[in-house]
T-cell receptor, first 116, second 113 residues
Framework: DTEVTQTPKHLVMGMTNKKSLKCEQH?????MYWYKQKAKKPPELMFV???????INESVPSRFSPECPNSSLLNLHLHALQPEDSALYLC???????????????FGEGSRLTVL | GENVEQHPSTLSVQEGDSAVIKCTYS??????FPWYKQELGKGPQLIID?????GEKKDQRIAVTLNKTAKHFSLHITETQPEDSAVYFC????????????FGTGTRLTVIP
C-alpha cells in the first residue's frame, strides 16, 4: 500500500466552487509534489515543495493554489476551475529535496477531479 | 530540456511470455531512470529504478538495462502474469536542484491468460 495518502479520492465541483485536495505522508520525506494526469497521458508536474518552501511552479494558473503547512502535509486549493481541469491529481513525495535529491518519487493514489 | 520517448504504446503477450519496453532519452546529464506501473484507477507505483553508474539491475521477474552511450534503457518482464497488466511509464531525471522526472508516454501491457 502507498504511504502517501490523498483525500478525497473523488471530487465533483462546479466552476464557482472552492475546494481543496489534501495529501499526507509520514515517511519523513522533505520534498512533496503535485502532478496532474489526464487520461492516457503521463503525469505532468505542477508544483514542488522542497523543505516546505515552494521551489517549482510549472506556470500553473492561479486558480490552483498550493500550500505546505508542514513537512507532512500538502494541500491544493481549487477555485474557479474550468471543465478542462478535470483530471487525476497526484501527490508525491521524495526523501530529500534541493541539491540532495536522490530522485526517488513515491506517488499517492490520486484524487479524481471532475469540474462541471 | 529532457525528452523521453517510449515504445511500444501498447503490448499484448501471452501469459508466461516475456515483455520488453524500450525508452530513449536526450539529455546526457540524466542519471536516474525509474520505471512506474500504473493500474487502473491508481497512482503510479515505482517498480524498479537504475542509476547511470550501473548497466543492469534485476528484481525477481523484472529487470532494467541501461546503455548510456546510446541513451536508452529497457524494462524486461519475464514469466508474465495477468496481474502484470497495467500501464508502464519510464522516466529520466537529472536530480540537480528540485527533482523533476521526465516521463515517457506510457505502454499499456496486456497479459492474455
Amino acid at each position: 500500500d502507498t504511504e502517501v495518502t490523498q483525500t478525497p479520492k473523488h471530487l465533483v465541483m462546479g466552476m464557482t466552487n472552492k475546494k481543496s485536495l489534501k495529501c499526507e505522508q509520514h515517511m519523513g520525506h522533505r520534498a512533496m509534489y503535485w502532478y496532474k494526469q489526464k487520461a492516457k497521458k503521463p503525469p505532468e508536474l505542477m508544483f514542488v515543495y522542497s523543505y516546505e518552501k515552494l521551489s517549482i511552479n510549472e506556470s500553473v494558473p492561479s486558480r490552483f493554489s498550493p500550500e505546505c503547512p508542514n513537512s507532512s502535509l500538502l494541500n491544493l486549493h481549487l477555485h474557479a476551475l474550468q471543465p478542462e481541469d478535470s483530471a487525476l491529481y497526484l501527490c508525491a513525495s521524495s526523501p530529500f529535496g534541493g541539491l540532495t535529491n536522490t530522485g526517488e518519487l513515491f506517488f499517492g493514489e490520486g484524487s479524481r477531479l471532475t469540474v462541471l | 530540456g529532457e525528452n523521453v520517448e517510449q515504445h511500444p504504446s501498447t503490448l499484448s503477450v501471452q501469459e508466461g511470455d516475456s515483455a520488453v519496453i524500450k525508452c530513449t532519452y536526450s539529455d546526457s546529464a540524466s542519471n536516474y531512470f525509474p520505471w512506474y506501473k500504473q493500474e487502473l484507477g491508481k497512482g503510479p507505483q515505482l517498480i524498479i529504478d537504475i542509476r547511470s553508474n550501473v548497466g543492469e539491475k534485476k528484481d525477481q521477474r523484472i529487470a532494467v538495462t541501461l546503455n548510456k552511450t546510446a541513451k536508452h534503457f529497457s524494462l524486461h518482464i519475464t514469466e508474465t502474469q495477468p496481474e502484470d497488466s497495467a500501464v508502464y511509464f519510464c522516466a529520466a531525471s537529472t536530480p540537480t536542484g528540485a527533482n523533476n522526472l521526465f516521463f515517457g508516454t506510457g505502454t499499456r501491457l496486456t497479459v492474455i491468460p
